[in-house]
């Protein structure tokens, strides 16, 4: 399986951007799979994750801005991020879970390559 992370880039605060993330390999709509952040000098954290049933959870730092969402036919995650704030300012990554279950996420090391975001004040 290889993840391709794509969308990332330079935008003001309040803008929007939709970061892509897609798999070839033996990538199957039955995993679930997640969005994670790291800004310089922290650790890698979880933003979002969706079920293969298409539920979804979401830090609470990004609930109500952030959206995920899967398109299985293309291979494809997506993450919708509204509102954005310098505090999001990171490399985000995609990642293929070992199960199905999103609530109950367990990343595998299926990760993609990482796509920049910058937010400006």
């Known amino acids: 399986v290889q993840l391709q992370a794509s969308g990332g880039g330079l935008v003001q605060a309040g803008g929007s951007l939709r970061l892509s993330c897609a798999a070839s390999g033996r990538f199957s709509g039955n995993y679930a799979m997640g969005w994670y952040r790291q800004a310089p000098g922290k650790q890698r954290d979880v933003v979002a994750r969706?079920?293969?049933?298409?539920?979804?959870n979401y830090a609470d730092s990004v609930k109500g801005r952030f959206t995920i969402s899967r398109d299985n036919d293309k291979n494809t995650v997506y993450l919708q991020m509204n509102s954005l704030k310098p505090e999001d300012t990171a490399v985000y990554y995609c990642n293929r879970g070992k199960t199905r279950s999103g609530t109950n996420y367990v990343p595998s090391d299926y990760w993609g390559q990482g796509t920049q975001v910058t937010v400006s004040s």
């Open positions: 969706i079920g293969s049933g298409g539920s979804t």
